[in-house]
T-cell receptor
Framework: DAGVIQSPRHEVTEMGQEVTLRCKPISGHNSLFWYRQTMMRGLELLIYFNNNVPIDDSGMPEDRFSAKMPNASFSTLKIQPSEPRDSAVYFCASSFRQRGMRGNDTEAFFGQGTRLTVV | KQEVTQIPAALSVPEGENLVLNCSFT??????LQWFRQDPGKGLTSLLL?????REQTSGRLNASLDKSSGRSTLYIAASQPGDSATYLCAVRNTGFQKLVFGTGTRLLVSP
């Protein structure tokens, strides 16, 4: 497997524009996570999905952020409108949890990230 | 609310030294703990995963231990090499939740 694939790797956009980040999780994984990394705040969870359903979106900063997972192999994180303070590296990660078995989460694997710069 | 702390924030050692990185967490009701390394400008690479029922895991020169009751984990790196230079992050997954809560990391520099 190629691992978690994110695109684009780099994105530079002007304030006010819409930005869409994409993620393809590892085949067979049923949990998907979006994280944001900044120097000031480190790694923060934005949202995670289990079996394509959003479970916890409490980390989404505000209504400008939205995430979807239309199927098991694809997810998007959208920022509309973008602002300079959204500049960060956005990571997608995936793992597998067996249904009904507590504690048996597999390792989480991360993509290479998307470095977003909003000017 | 789970909080994860890593000490030291930065560490510089000469090549060949054995070293220990520390991770502590406030809520001991965890599912598992995972250690990652991150190279500058890159993503996170998983190093070791320890389930809550385990005491330690080993992979090559790396050994991670877990003491749930005291809320601590250590990552031991034997015979350090310049290629080990990176930021090391620990993350815990709490009971009932799937998300990983990350520490702030330890930036390691191994000099030749």
């Amino acid at each position: 497997d190629a691992g978690v694939i994110q695109s684009p790797r780099h994105e530079v956009t002007e304030m006010g524009q819409e930005v869409t980040l994409r993620c393809k999780p590892i085949s067979g994984h049923n949990s998907l996570f979006w994280y944001r990394q900044t120097m000031m705040r480190g790694l923060e969870l934005l949202i995670y999905f289990n079996n394509n359903v959003p479970i916890d979106d409490s980390g989404m900063p505000e209504d400008r952020f939205s995430a979807k997972m239309p199927n098991a192999s694809f997810s998007t994180l959208k920022i509309q409108p973008s602002e300079p303070r959204d500049s960060a590296v956005y990571f997608c990660a995936s793992s597998f949890r067996q249904r009904g078995m507590r504690g048996n989460d597999t390792e989480a694997f991360f993509g290479q990230g998307t470095r977003l710069t909003v000017v | 609310k789970q909080e994860v702390t890593q000490i030291p924030a930065a560490l510089s050692v000469p090549e060949g030294e054995n070293l220990v990185l520390n991770c502590s967490f406030t809520d001991s009701a965890i599912y598992n703990l995972q250690w990652f390394r991150q190279d500058p400008g890159k993503g996170l690479t998983s190093l070791l995963l320890i389930q809550s029922s385990q005491r330690e895991q080993t992979s090559g020169r790396l050994n991670a231990s877990l003491d749930k009751s005291s809320g601590r984990s250590t990552l031991y790196i034997a015979a350090s090499q310049p290629g080990d230079s990176a930021t090391y992050l620990c993350a815990v997954r709490n009971t009932g939740f799937q998300k990983l809560v990350f520490g702030t990391g330890t930036r390691l520099l191994v000099s030749p």
